[in-house]
């Protein structure tokens, strides 16, 4: 059964983010708090945590539309081939934020994502997922946690996700009630950017 682990995005505790991220170097599932809705996510480096994913989205882990959620811009080239100078000021202008920026993959990807010719990168506006990554030291692979209630789509009360999640992951994070509303996609891969679903983030802002 999975751990409850309570964290406040304004400061949260450097300890409780160490045990964590202990958990997801060991292959741990965690559930966690981020500017949009609460996702499900494991260690890229880590391919038995990622089976485990695909697995309980009953998706082919090869086929797996799944973002990486980055500390900040600096971890971009391991994964992401180079990009122009346009491209990156949308980058620096939308994040952090409610945005997933689907830009051309490299030749560096996980070994599972090594086919994909590109990739979904997020860096989220909370301080709970950001510490998790950072102290982890490379980036979370992270997909939503959608509801099969249409009419929810995606839960927001953590205890409810803990309720749901138990037996399937190894910690749920407490970090408040999370949003209802997805993050934004934006897709850069190609000459012209392409608005590919509509969430969060305001596209005509940025």
């Known amino acids: 059964m999975a751990e409850f682990i309570k964290l406040y995005e304004e400061n949260p505790n450097p300890r409780e983010?160490?045990?964590?991220?202990?958990?997801?170097?060991k292959g741990g599932l965690v559930i966690y708090p981020t500017d949009t809705v609460y996702g499900l996510g494991c260690d890229i480096t880590n391919y038995k945590a990622l089976?485990?994913?695909a697995r309980i989205k009953g998706v082919k882990l090869e086929k797996a539309n799944w973002s990486?959620?980055?500390?900040?811009?600096s971890n971009l080239s391991d994964y992401v081939r180079q990009i122009d100078t346009s491209?990156?000021?949308?980058?620096k202008r939308a994040l952090?934020?409610?945005?997933?920026?689907?830009?051309?993959?490299?030749?560096?990807l996980p070994k599972p994502f090594k086919k994909k010719k590109t990739v979904g990168i997020r860096i989220p506006d909370n301080n709970i997922i950001n510490a998790l990554v950072v102290e982890l030291g490379n980036p979370i692979v992270s997909t939503s946690i959608r509801d099969e209630d249409v009419l929810l789509e995606y839960t927001t009360d953590p205890e409810l996700i803990f309720e749901k999640w138990q037996n399937l992951v190894d910690i749920?994070?407490?970090?408040?009630y999370g949003g209802?509303?997805?993050s934004t996609i934006i897709d850069l891969s190609q000459e012209q950017p392409e608005l590919i679903r509509e969430g969060k983030g305001d596209w005509n802002s940025i």
């Open 17 to 25: 983010v160490k045990r964590v991220v202990d958990t997801l170097r």
């Open 51 to 53: 089976e485990r994913i």
């Open 68 to 73: 990486f959620i980055c500390a900040d811009l």
């Open 87 to 91: 491209t990156f000021k949308i980058l």
């Open 96 to 108: 952090p934020g409610p945005f997933t920026f689907i830009l051309p993959g490299n030749n560096s």
């Open 172 to 176: 749920v994070i407490d970090g408040g």
């Open 180 to 182: 209802n509303m997805a």
